[in-house]
């Protein structure tokens, strides 16, 4: 959902559905698994005003914002692994490495795509992409852990 209320228009690419499919749990913490990778999810959004660096306070000019980028195709590697956690699971992100190429106004349709390249223990490892049409407009690399979602959150706010 995006945050003016709008929805995102998220399809998973690889056929995959229902619940959890290759995992593992080691030593009581959750890992992936080899066949998890090829896992592929997209996500597609078409620019507003809301989504501009102007908007979003990265720059001053009414194009897509590098942070909308960098959401846009997390949540196509949040959509890859989705149907593959096990209950009570989820991904946090850690590392991103994203190269803005060109300017996308107002009015065109983004696709944002994301495939599981790398799966070692808990650390996913996804090649990203955004394109307006056949023109590439971003890509690069997003790395996530897996992790029990009820302890990451209660750590998070915790007693430090």
Do not use: C, Y
């Not at 698994?33 to 306070?57: E, H, I, M, N, P």
């Not at 196509?76 to 209950?87: I, Y």
């Amino acid at each position: 959902m995006r945050p003016d209320g709008e929805a995102l228009d998220t399809t998973s690419m690889d056929g995959q559905a229902g619940p959890a499919v290759g995992r593992a749990h080691v030593g009581g913490r959750l890992e992936a698994t080899a066949s998890w990778v090829g896992a592929a999810a997209r996500v597609q959004l078409t620019v507003t005003d809301a989504d501009t660096a102007q908007a979003v306070g990265s720059g001053d000019v009414p194009v897509l914002g590098t942070p909308r980028v960098l959401a846009l195709v997390e949540a196509a590697t949040v959509g890859a692994t989705a149907n593959r956690l096990p209950p009570g699971a989820t991904t946090v992100g850690t590392r991103v490495e994203l190269e803005h190429r060109a300017p996308t106004p107002v009015g065109r349709t983004v696709v944002a795509e994301a495939q599981l390249a790398k799966a070692d223990g808990r650390r996913l490892t996804f090649e990203v992409s955004l394109r307006d049409g056949d023109a590439v407009v971003a890509e690069g690399r997003v790395e996530r852990i897996v992790v029990d979602r009820h302890r990451f959150v209660e750590k998070a706010f915790g007693d430090s």
